[in-house]
């Protein structure tokens, strides 16, 4: 069975910085395209930035400039590094990994930016 495990959030204060990663097992992970979406308490899940197999990304116009999305095919691993944080960042975030009809969701990973 596919897992996708996220870990790194946490809680840290506007304009800090955190990390959170994602582990993937019983997957070929090189050849998936992999993403980090967030939701916040009544909203919808939202595409916060994405990477291709083949290293292109993307990212949300609310994060642009700010986090930085990569990948480790050697360690089966997608990192989203995220600056100078703002309290609407405030979500919980998923990793995702799709090709062609598969996908596969993390169980996501609390982030909170408060004073």
């Known amino acids: 069975q596919v897992q996708l495990v996220e870990s790194g959030g946490g809680e840290v204060q506007p304009g800090g910085s955190l990390s959170v990663s994602c582990a993937a097992s019983r997957i070929f992970f090189s050849v998936y395209d992999l993403s980090w979406y967030r939701q916040a308490p009544g909203n919808p899940r939202e595409l916060v930035a994405g990477?291709?197999?083949?290293?292109?990304?993307n990212y949300a116009d609310s994060v642009k400039g700010r986090f930085t999305i990569s990948r480790d095919n050697a360690k089966s691993t997608v990192y989203l590094q995220m600056d100078s944080l703002k309290p609407e960042d405030t979500a919980v975030y998923y990793c995702?990994?799709?090709?062609?009809?598969?996908?596969?969701w993390g169980q996501g990973t609390q982030v909170t930016v408060s004073s």
């Open positions: 990477i291709t197999l083949g290293g292109t990304t």
């Open positions: 995702h990994a799709e090709r062609g009809t598969e996908a596969f």
